[in-house]
């Protein structure tokens, strides 16, 4: 993961973006590059996966949307040559929280108990991971507005051979895939890593103030690869634990509100912040 950072930041400076300077953090050169991440982050997002092909298409949709069950209905029976990843987002129920969960841990038996199922019989999650998966989401969802003009259930976000392109609203697969560009990204055990960091997240004695000393990104995970809501200056949040992983020191905040009022967890880097 280190190398394919590296390399695209070396990408971004042959175009001739400054980055932060080499004492600041990851997080701080991430917010120089920031609006030109969305394949990137996507990537690195939690999604399940269906089929296997060294091209593939994001489907950004909700497990309760009609036409996204249309949209994965016709990849079932379409025979496409490329891998589908389904990144579930869905900021209005929490009951499909199961459904979420289960797309991105048990993939293609989890896509299709969600879409092809009459009755799916979801399998019994740990509710924390199951918020887990939902707030990553919910962050990266929050990125993803930002950065492009619409976004709908479901969006296709793809890589042809001139770039990144999107797709919005169900319109047949055929019409869209003819230029995909094949992804440099192998497929993720999200059930391990997700499991891991649950057991090394330290909750704090009590929800502490803190403010970011510089432009930072609030990452959807504890990783410097994921799906971030953005960057910020010099803002306040409520720090609720910490960990430490990959060599990085992570405080999980109090990053967004829900449209349900509930607190969205996020992540920033240690060297980000500081404690009030």
Sequence with gaps: MLSSKRDFLRGMAASSLVLGATNNSWAQSLCSVWDKTVLWDLRNALWGRVGESTASVYLIGAPWCPFSRQAVTDYFSGGLPFELRFVPVDSVQIRHRAQQADIVLNNLDGVKRTFLDKNPKVPSTDPDLQKLIHDANFIALTGYRKRLSKIASPTFIYETSRGSASVFGHLPWAQFTS?????????????????????????????TEMQTVYRTAIHSLPDTASASAGCVSHTKFTAVAELSRNGT?????????SNEDEFIMGYVDRLDVEFL
């Design 179 to 207: 230029d995909l560009k094949p992804l440099d990204h192998e497929p993720t055990d999200f059930a391990a890593q997700l499991e891991a960091i649950l057991a090394e997240t330290k909750k704090l004695g009590r929800p």
């Design 249 to 257: 020191d992570w405080v999980q905040v109090r990053a967004l509100t």
